[in-house]
Structure formats: structure tokens, C-alpha cells
């Protein structure tokens, strides 16, 4: 069997009209000879009557405490109902097709009801549909756990289903169809000239997608890369060949340096912030002290960010959400703390900026050009990151985008 899985968001499943083209799609990938199994979303976004967001509204303030696990099997109604759709859309078109859950489908999670990671999948029920001749469609975004509870995976987890299946079954490509036609050198919504990239390896778009890149999930990109299984970045509504994730350039040996041709291949931005910078200069036990900050907010189950330990200051981010109760913690713990809300993360990615000399440079010529203040930075081999304030930020990824001639 020549297996393909193919992933669709809301937006590609939103109206009458968007479910025949993809269903379209399904269909011309059968009539090529390939099994597909086809993941899809909840139909549309926030606002929409059948979106996850919107179900969460229904139960939003009438108890402050719905237990997670059926705030789950709320979140997981949206593709089973698009999923449904589906299905009826491709028996319209003579194919035949079936509908898994994502329990039914083999994907087992563990308890971390809202936000839970796939254990195992076991594929056995796809296989033998698509041995029989169906068109298997596997509702995103969910699994069960051993003892038979639905979980969700969170954000972007429709994509992750797409890549564990696709791992699991050893599919030839898992092909992601969105609104766009492809990978981006920046997000289109903020920097109208940003251009389609043909390739991009696992690695590049897995900082873009950590860095705020919201076009695929990381986690997706990680599964995928664990088997070397290529992926597709389409566009469901357009015939562009999209963007193609791999390891390496194709049209390099193998063997030679893929660092060469591109230093930077993409600009990402995270919004809503904030900074903090603890002073500790009177820290009589410095490196007590810089354990005691960062212990207090794990308790606090508050994820930091942008960390610098410095000798006489720590500076982290966290988001904006739960800057307050950071604030309320360290406060308590009686330290002076310089706080910076809204803040913005813009990130440049790329395998090429290692060793290359004058892109830091740049970037800060760039960026004082622009009259962007930086008020925090860092680097690794792929990809260097600097806080602005949230006003500079699409001023900050256009100057970027510009500076690193991304627009040709
Ligand atoms: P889906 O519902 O299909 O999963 P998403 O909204 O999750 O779609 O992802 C597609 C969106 O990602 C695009 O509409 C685009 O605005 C956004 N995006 C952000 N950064 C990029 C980028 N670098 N390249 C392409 N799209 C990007
Ligand atoms: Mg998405």
C-alpha cells in the first residue's frame, strides 16, 4: 500500500464548497493509487457553531470548575462532527470512507487531560479498512488513554495526529492543507511580501514553529522527523507544490553542507509578553537565591521563558496571561522586580546562521534603523531571538524581513 496522510484545518473544511475541494483532493490521491488516511479539524474557527472555542464558550462561567476530562469530550465533539461531514462529502463522490475516532484509530495518550502526548499508536484498525479499499478519515486533535478516556492534545494537535499516524504507518508523505500555500519567510498576515519557501529542513521549521510560526505545530515536526518522513506544507485551495520539510535540500548531494545557500530562511513573532528582571545584587547567597526565583514559578506551574541569569539580575519572560500572579509570587518573596508587560519575541531562523559572521550585527542595524529598542537578546546555532516591545513588533519582523532580503 502506498500510504499518504492527509491533514486539513478548519479553514479548509469550513463551507460546503471547501469540503468538496478537499474532498477532491481525496479523491485524486486515490485515483493515483494511494491509501489515504485523511485527519481532519473542527470546522471553522472561534465564533463558528461547530469550533472547539465555541463549545468552550457554552460551559465558560456557569461552574468555575468543570473537571478536564469532560471539558475534553466537549473539545473532541468538533471533529467528530467534521469528521462525519467528511466522510458523507467523499460516499458523494463514490469513494468509500469510514470515520475512526482517535481512540478508534489506535491513538493511545496518556492522562494529561487538555494538553495530553500520544504513548503508542496502534494501527491496526486503519490498516485493515485501507485494506479494504477505505478511505480512512481520523478525527485530529484526540486520543484515549489505556483505561479508555478521551483526552485532547492541544493547540495545533491535529497535526500531531497527522504525524503520528503518519510515523505509525510509514506513510510515503504526510501532507499538512491549509489556508496558505506553504511554509512563509514571516507570518503573510503581518508582512504582505513574505514569500513561499520551496524547502525547509525539520529543524528550521521546527524553531519557526516554537518561535510563534503558528502554521504547524512543533510536536508535529518532531514525530515526522523521527522517521525521516517528509512533509508537505499545501494549500487545499490553490495546485502550488507548497512547501516540502525534509532533511535535507533535494537538490543537494547528500553529504554536502546545507548551510551554504540561505543563512536566514524565516522571521517569527510571539506576542503578549511580559519581561521580568529581578534585581539580586543583594542576594547574600546568589545562587540560592536565582534557584529560589525559578522554583517558585515552577510550583506555580508558570512556564519561563527568554532566561538570563546574570550577575547581579535574572531576567525571564512569561506570558501575558499570568504575568499578574508572577508578579503576586515574587512580591511575596520580597523581591524588587522591574516589570516590562507587553512585550514580543521576534525570532530569525535559520541553519545558516552559524558561523556566519555580521547577522547579529545586522539584526541590530536593522532593528536601531527602524527605531526598535531591544530590551533583550539571545542566540543558538539556528536562530537568534530578541524581546521588543509589543508596539515595535511588526515593524521589527518587516525590517527584519527586509534586512535579510527575504522578499527576493
Ligand atoms: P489550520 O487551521 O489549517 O491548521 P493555522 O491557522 O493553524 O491553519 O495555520 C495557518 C496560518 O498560519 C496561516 O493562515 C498564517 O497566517 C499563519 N502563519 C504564521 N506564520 C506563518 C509562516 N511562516 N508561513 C505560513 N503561514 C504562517
Ligand atoms: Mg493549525
Avoid at 310 to 330: F, R
Avoid at 375 to 401: E, G, K, P
Wanted: net charge negative; aromatic share 4%.
Amino acid at each position: 500500500m502506498h500510504i499518504l496522510v492527509q491533514k486539513f484545518g478548519g479553514t479548509s473544511l469550513a463551507t460546503d464548497e471547501r469540503r468538496a475541494q478537499v474532498a477532491s483532493i481525496v479523491s485524486e490521491a486515490v485515483h493515483e493509487g494511494y491509501s489515504p488516511v485523511v485527519v481532519v479539524s473542527a470546522i471553522g474557527r472561534s465564533g463558528d457553531p461547530y469550533a472547539t472555542d465555541t463549545f468552550l464558550t457554552m460551559v465558560k462561567g456557569i461552574h468555575p470548575d468543570l473537571p478536564k476530562r469532560e471539558l475534553d469530550l466537549l473539545m473532541s465533539c468538533g471533529e467528530v462532527i467534521s469528521g462525519t461531514v467528511l466522510v458523507s462529502t467523499l460516499k458523494s463522490l463514490g469513494l468509500k470512507a469510514v470515520l475512526l475516532t482517535g481512540g478508534q484509530a489506535g491513538i493511545i495518550t496518556n492522562n494529561d487531560f487538555g494538553d495530553a502526548r500520544i504513548v503508542r499508536v496502534e494501527p491496526a484498525e486503519i490498516l485493515e479498512q485501507l485494506a479494504a479499499g477505505y478511505v480512512v478519515v481520523v478525527t485530529g486533535f484526540q486520543g484515549v488513554t489505556e483505561s479508555g478516556q478521551i483526552t485532547t492534545l492541544g493547540r495545533g494537535g491535529s497535526d500531531t495526529t497527522a504525524s503520528a499516524l503518519g510515523v505509525a504507518l510509514n506513510a510515503e508523505s504526510i501532507d499538512i492543507y491549509t489556508d496558505v500555500e506553504g511554509i512563509m519567510t514571516a507570518d503573510p498576515r503581518i508582512v504582505e511580501d513574505a514569500r513561499i519557501l520551496d524547502t525547509v529542513t525539520y529543524n528550521e521549521i521546527c524553531q519557526l514553529a516554537y518561535q510563534g510560526a503558528k502554521v504547524i505545530h512543533p510536536r508535529a515536526v518532531e514525530i515526522a522527523m523521527q522517521r525521516n518522513i517528509p512533509l508537505r506544507i499545501k494549500s487545499t485551495f490553490s495546485k502550488a507544490p507548497g512547501t516540502l520539510v525534509t532533511n535535507m535540500h533535494p537538490d543537494r548531494e547528500v553529504g554536502t553542507d546545507i548551510t551554504t545557500d540561505r543563512i536566514i530562511a524565516g522571521i517569527a513573532h510571539t506576542p503578549n509578553v511580559t519581561q521580568f528582571k529581578i534585581m539580586t545584587t543583594d542576594a547574600s547567597n546568589k545562587q540560592l537565591t536565582d534557584k529560589r526565583i525559578f522554583k517558585a514559578m515552577a510550583l506555580a506551574d508558570i512556564s519561563v521563558d527568554f532566561i538570563s541569569v546574570q550577575p547581579e539580575a535574572v531576567l525571564y519572560t512569561v506570558s501575558d496571561e499570568v504575568a499578574a500572579k508572577a508578579v503576586q509570587i515574587l512580591q511575596n518573596m520580597d523581591f524588587e522586580t522591574e516589570v516590562v508587560p507587553s512585550c514580543a519575541k521576534v525570532s530569525i531562523v535559520g541553519a545558516g546562521i552559524a558561523g556566519v559572521p555580521g547577522v547579529m550585527a545586522d539584526m541590530v542595524e536593522a532593528l536601531s534603523d527602524a527605531g526598535v529598542t531591544i530590551l533583550q537578546s539571545a542566540d543558538s546555532h539556528t536562530t537568534i531571538w530578541v524581546l521588543v516591545h509589543q508596539r515595535d513588533m511588526v515593524t521589527a519582523v518587516q525590517a527584519l524581513h527586509k534586512k535579510f532580503k527575504l522578499d527576493i
